[in-house]
């Protein structure tokens, strides 16, 4: 039982360029979320999916897309980085209960 | 709307010497509050909960945590401080109705000094 894992661990992008961070996770959960942190700042939501086949927008949702591609998985994409999108990004799934399961996070760089 | 004050951004305590940590929050529904922990270079682990039971929360490692509506607060506590405990803590609020979404407080960043 691996819980929630997260790839990749660390990633650095040009300015411009795309990519896709992914989230598994292997608790059944119906609920998958994903979040930055950022300095002094906590973590703050960008999306989320109460259930497979559904996605809303979180807090900060600007310049992000996500899939949820089964209740599994559930990806997010940078489409066009962008500087201010360096970040620690923590993907986390939640049982019936309040209480969520982060992943270990995916550290990117935006140059 | 919720929100969460984690009143010292950093706390300072020797080995073997009591922890409090401090969170004040704001919630316009019955809330659930959670204390986060966050060891360097990890993701974050669930220390305790409370959801409208018990209003004093035992959790892992020796820590707990007392709910006071009247003073809006949720402060975190340890008897006596190990190394292992130094680490950034979350204090997280979750409203009870509808679908919950969680709201972080800033952090506070216990150091342990032998």
């Known amino acids: 039982n691996a819980g929630v894992t997260q790839t990749p661990k660390f990633q650095v992008l040009k300015t411009g360029q795309s990519m896709t961070l992914q989230c598994a996770q292997d608790?059944?959960?119906?609920?998958m979320y994903w979040y930055r942190q950022d300095p002094g700042m906590g973590l703050r939501l960008i999306y989320y999916?109460?259930?497979?086949?559904?996605?809303d927008k979180g807090e900060v949702p600007n310049g992000y897309n996500v899939s949820r591609l089964n209740k599994r998985e559930f990806s997010l994409r940078l489409e066009s980085a962008a500087p201010s999108q360096t970040s620690v990004y923590f993907c986390?799934?939640?049982?019936?209960?309040?209480?969520?399961?982060f992943g270990p996070g995916t550290r990117l760089t935006v140059l | 709307a919720q929100s969460v004050t984690q009143l010292d951004s950093h706390v300072s305590v020797s080995e073997g010497t009591p922890v409090l940590l401090r969170c004040n929050y704001s919630?316009?529904?019955?809330?659930?509050l959670f204390w986060y922990v966050q060891h360097p270079n990890k993701g974050l682990q669930l220390l305790l909960k409370?959801?409208?039971?018990?209003?004093l929360v035992k959790g892992i490692n020796g820590f707990e945590a007392e709910f006071k509506k009247s003073e809006t607060s949720f402060h975190l506590t340890k008897p006596s401080a190990h190394m292992s405990d130094a680490a950034e803590y979350f204090c997280?609020?979750?409203?009870?109705?509808?679908?919950?979404?969680?709201?972080f407080g800033t952090g506070t960043r216990l150091l342990v000094s032998p």
């Open positions: 997280v609020v979750s409203q009870n109705t509808g679908f919950q979404k969680l709201v």
């Open positions: 409370y959801t409208s039971a018990a209003t």
């Open positions: 986390a799934s939640r049982l019936a209960t309040n209480e969520q399961f």
């Open positions: 999916s109460a259930s497979e086949g559904t996605t």
């Open positions: 608790m059944n959960h119906n609920s």
């Open positions: 919630s316009s529904y019955s809330p659930s």
